[in-house]
C-alpha cells in the first residue's frame, strides 16, 4: 500500500445549475481528490486549513474513508474558503459568482512526519509557493509529484508557478491553460513545451471532450464517458487527478503503460462525480458500479485491428 | 471484394487557411469519400456530375485509383460545383466565401446497371431527394446505407431529410448538427431520438475531438490523432466517411465490432487528410504510412486494465 498526500483546499461551495440550486455544501480540490483516491488501496494524508466553521460531519466524510486529516490546521478564529459558482445551459462554462478565500488566504502548510516519505504527492491547485514548500518538506524525493494548477496562476504568479513546476513529474492543466502556458494552439506542441519547463508527464484535460497524456513522443488518449446527462462537473478535474494519484499510489507503479490505466481510473471516477452536486455522488459510490463502469470505458474505446 | 457505390459532388476547391491559399483545386465530397475508399480492396463507383471544365487529369486521379466513373455526367454547357473557404486562425471554425451549384443544382443521379447491387451505398451531402433518388434506383437493399448530411438540408429541406433517413443504416453528422436535428443536447440522448428516425446507427463527428458511433445502448469512440499541424482540414469528414464506407465494404461485414474498426480506419485517414491543401496528402498516401499509423492509433487508445 503505497502512501498518497495530497495537498489541497477543503472548502464549502455554493452552486448553481440548470438542475438546481445548493446551499453551503463540502468542497474544495483536497476533498474531490481524497474521496477520489479513497477509492483504491492507499494510505493517503490531506495537508489542508479550515475555519472554526468547517462541520465534524464534513471531517468524518474524510476519517471514514480512512484519508488522515492531521495535516489540516482548524484556525479557530478563522472561516473556511467558500466559492460559489453558476453553469450556464451547456454545462462547459460558468461563471463565479464569489471567491472568499478566508483561511485560505495565507495557508502555510505543515506536513505530517510520517507523510514526509509519501511514494506520490498530489499538489491541488492552490498558489504555486504553497505547492513548493510542500515539495521542501518531503523528506526524500517521492517517486512522483503531480501538479494542478490553473489560469488564475499564470496570469497573477507566473515566476512562482515556473520555479514550482521545474520540480515536478506530472502537471495536470486544461487545454486552454497549456494553450496559455506554453503559447501554442496545438496541443502536441503545448505539451512539448510544457515538458521543456519541468513535467516529463503532461496531461491535458478537456473536459467532455476526454484527456490526453504526454510522454516524450508518446502520447494516450481517454474520452469522457458520454453521459445522458451532465448534472454538475464541479469536482470533475479534481476527481481525475485523485483518481489518477490514487490509482498511481496505490499500484507503487509509475511506469507509462501504468499512467495509461491511471488516466482511464481517473477519467471513470470523474463520470460519477458529475451525477450529482458536490460530492454526493463520490459519497454513495460502490466499488461494484466503479467496476460495471470500467467495463463500459474498455468497450467505449477498445478495438480489434490486427496489425502487422 | 464488396462493391461500394458513392454519390457526392465533384468540386473544384479554392482554399484559405493561416498558412496560404489555393488556386481552384481538386474537392467535393464525392472525391473525398472515393480516395479514402480506394485505399481498401474495394468495387468503388462515384455518381456525380461536372461541367465540362472538370479537367481530364482529375478524372485520372479517380480512375487511376480503380473508381469507376462511369456514373459522372458531364454537362456538355455546364460548369462544375465550386467551393471557396477561409479557415480561421482556430482552423476550427471557417467562413464560406463562394458556394456556386453550377450543374449540381439539378443534379439528377443515375446509378450505373452494374453498381445497383452495390454493398454498401454511402451518400455523400448531397440535397436529401437526390439521395433518396439513388436509394430507389438499387435493385436490391443494400447491405448498408450510409448518409451523411449537414444543417443546410436540416434549415431548409427538413422533411426531405427525415423522408430520406427513414431509409438508411448510418448517419453521419457533426455534434452541432446532431444537436439541430434532435433538439437535445446530451450526444447520448441526441444519438437516441435520431435513431428514432431511421437509422440503426449514428456517428456523430466532432472534428478534433473524435467521432462517437452510437448502435442502441453501445458506443464507441475514437479520438482525431493529435496532430503537430492541422493544414487544411476540408475534406476531413468525408475522408473519415469515405475510410469507414470503405473498410465496410472490403470486409463485408456490418457487425458493430467490424464497424469500430471502420471508425478507426476512418479517422486514421481523415488524419491524413488535414495535413496539406485538399486532396494532395490523400494523393500521395501510401499503403506502409497508414499500417504505421493504425499502429499510432492503437497505442493512443488501447489500455491494459484487468476486469473481473
Same mark, same amino acid.
Given at each position: 500500500?503505497? !502512501? @498518497?498526500?495530497?495537498?489541497?483546499?477543503?472548502?464549502?461551495?455554493?452552486?448553481?445549475? =440548470?438542475?438546481? !440550486?445548493?446551499? !453551503?455544501?463540502?468542497?474544495?480540490?483536497?476533498?474531490?481528490?481524497?474521496?477520489?483516491?479513497?477509492? /483504491?488501496?492507499?494510505?493517503? +494524508?490531506?495537508?489542508?486549513?479550515?475555519?472554526?466553521?468547517?462541520?465534524?460531519?464534513?471531517?468524518?466524510?474524510?476519517?471514514?474513508?480512512?484519508?488522515?486529516?492531521?495535516?489540516?490546521?482548524?484556525?479557530?478564529?478563522?472561516?473556511?474558503?467558500?466559492?460559489?459558482?453558476?453553469?450556464?445551459?451547456?454545462?462547459?462554462?460558468?461563471?463565479?459568482?464569489?471567491?472568499?478565500?478566508?483561511?485560505?488566504?495565507?495557508?502555510?502548510?505543515?506536513?505530517?512526519?510520517?507523510?514526509?516519505?509519501?511514494?506520490?504527492?498530489? @499538489?491541488?491547485?492552490?498558489?504555486?509557493?504553497?505547492?513548493?514548500?510542500?515539495?521542501? *518538506?518531503?523528506?526524500?524525493?517521492?517517486?512522483?509529484?503531480?501538479?494542478?494548477?490553473?489560469?488564475?496562476?499564470?496570469?497573477?504568479?507566473?515566476?512562482?508557478?515556473?520555479?514550482?513546476?521545474?520540480?515536478?513529474?506530472?502537471?495536470?492543466?486544461?487545454?486552454?491553460?497549456?494553450? *496559455?502556458?506554453?503559447?501554442?494552439?496545438?496541443?502536441?506542441?503545448?505539451?512539448?513545451?510544457?515538458?521543456?519547463?519541468?513535467?516529463?508527464?503532461?496531461?491535458?484535460?478537456?473536459?467532455?471532450?476526454? +484527456?490526453?497524456?504526454?510522454?516524450?513522443?508518446?502520447?494516450?488518449?481517454?474520452?469522457?464517458?458520454? @453521459?445522458?446527462?451532465?448534472?454538475? =462537473?464541479?469536482?470533475?478535474?479534481?476527481?481525475?487527478?485523485?483518481?489518477?494519484?490514487?490509482?498511481?499510489?496505490?499500484?507503487?507503479?509509475?511506469?507509462?503503460?501504468?499512467?495509461?490505466? +491511471?488516466?482511464?481510473?481517473?477519467?471513470?471516477?470523474?463520470?460519477?462525480?458529475?451525477? !450529482?452536486?458536490?460530492?454526493?455522488?463520490? *459519497?454513495?459510490?460502490?466499488?461494484?458500479?466503479?467496476?460495471?463502469? @470500467?467495463? *463500459? /470505458?474498455? +468497450?467505449?474505446?477498445?478495438?480489434?485491428?490486427?496489425?502487422?
Amino acid at each position: 500500500m503505497g !502512501k @498518497l498526500l495530497i495537498v489541497g483546499s477543503l472548502a464549502f461551495d455554493a452552486i448553481e445549475s =440548470p438542475f438546481g !440550486k445548493t446551499d !453551503k455544501i463540502l468542497g474544495g480540490a483536497g476533498t474531490f481528490i481524497g474521496l477520489a483516491a479513497s477509492k /483504491f488501496h492507499v494510505d493517503a +494524508a490531506i495537508v489542508s486549513v479550515v475555519g472554526n466553521d468547517f462541520p465534524q460531519e464534513y471531517f468524518d466524510v474524510l476519517t471514514g474513508r480512512n484519508i488522515d486529516i492531521s495535516g489540516v490546521e482548524i484556525v479557530k478564529d478563522g472561516k473556511t474558503f467558500f466559492w460559489s459558482g453558476k453553469y450556464h445551459n451547456d454545462m462547459n462554462s460558468r461563471d463565479t459568482l464569489v471567491t472568499e478565500l478566508n483561511t485560505l488566504g495565507d495557508f502555510n502548510p505543515i506536513v505530517p512526519q510520517n507523510y514526509k516519505d509519501a511514494d506520490v504527492v498530489m @499538489l491541488g491547485n492552490l498558489h504555486p509557493s504553497t505547492q513548493l514548500s510542500v515539495i521542501n *518538506q518531503m523528506k526524500e524525493r517521492p517517486k512522483l509529484i503531480i501538479l494542478d494548477t490553473m489560469n488564475f496562476w499564470m496570469d497573477n504568479t507566473l515566476p512562482e508557478l515556473l520555479a514550482v513546476i521545474r520540480h515536478i513529474d506530472v502537471i495536470t492543466i486544461n487545454d486552454e491553460e497549456a494553450r *496559455q502556458l506554453s503559447g501554442e494552439y496545438s496541443l502536441v506542441k503545448a505539451a512539448e513545451k510544457i515538458s521543456e519547463m519541468g513535467p516529463e508527464y503532461v496531461v491535458i484535460k478537456k473536459g467532455e471532450h476526454g +484527456a490526453l497524456l504526454f510522454h516524450e513522443k508518446n502520447i494516450f488518449f481517454a474520452p469522457a464517458l458520454p @453521459l445522458e446527462e451532465v448534472f454538475d =462537473p464541479t469536482g470533475a478535474g479534481d476527481t481525475f487527478a485523485g483518481g489518477f494519484a490514487g490509482y498511481l499510489a496505490s499500484t507503487r507503479n509509475i511506469s507509462f503503460e501504468n499512467m495509461k490505466n +491511471a488516466i482511464i481510473h481517473g477519467s471513470n471516477l470523474a463520470s460519477f462525480c458529475v451525477e !450529482k452536486f458536490g460530492t454526493e455522488r463520490m *459519497q454513495t459510490l460502490q466499488k461494484e458500479e466503479i467496476d460495471k463502469r @470500467l467495463h *463500459q /470505458f474498455k +468497450a467505449l474505446t477498445q478495438f480489434n485491428i490486427e496489425l502487422q
